[in-house]
């Protein structure tokens, strides 16, 4: 039997699947740069290519760890269930809005199928001050 994994993770601007399966993918990131905590993120996409057996059928959990290894009760763990194409793969794709980050560090995003990780992402989430200054006239 083929063990689970993840061929492609991430966190990205955009992302699409067209009529032929084929993922695009826009803008990817692992790393958030915010003046004020907690705060959500407005937009943005998690994209997976999961790959196993052919044609399965796969129970998967996303779960979230924030960076003081606490569970995030803002982000629930989702079930879902995925079956591979032919090509024993599949898309994975979820658009997050108003994301929350509630603190800096590094967060951990985990796919797991029976409790055994199937493929992690870790993003970090940086605090920084506002540095902007319009051009002067004199």
Do not use: H
């Not at 063990?3 to 993922?23: G, N, P, R, W």
């Amino acid at each position: 039997m083929t063990k689970l994994s993840t061929d492609i993770f991430v966190l990205c601007d955009y992302a699409s699947v067209s009529q032929e399966q084929k993922l695009s993918i826009i803008g990817i990131f692992d790393q958030f740069f915010v003046a004020n905590l907690p705060t959500t993120w407005p937009k943005m996409y998690l994209v997976a290519v999961v790959s196993g057996e052919a044609g399965k059928e796969y129970p998967l959990v996303l779960k979230l760890q924030a960076p003081t290894n606490e569970e995030n009760s803002s982000f629930p763990d989702k079930e879902f269930k995925i079956t591979l194409g032919q090509n024993g793969k599949a898309n994975v794709m979820t658009e997050l809005v108003n994301f929350p980050l509630t603190q800096a560090g590094i967060y951990k995003i985990q796919i797991l199928n029976e409790k055994e990780k199937v493929g992690e992402l870790e993003f970090k989430v940086n605090k920084t001050t506002a540095t902007y200054e319009p051009n002067k006239v004199n």
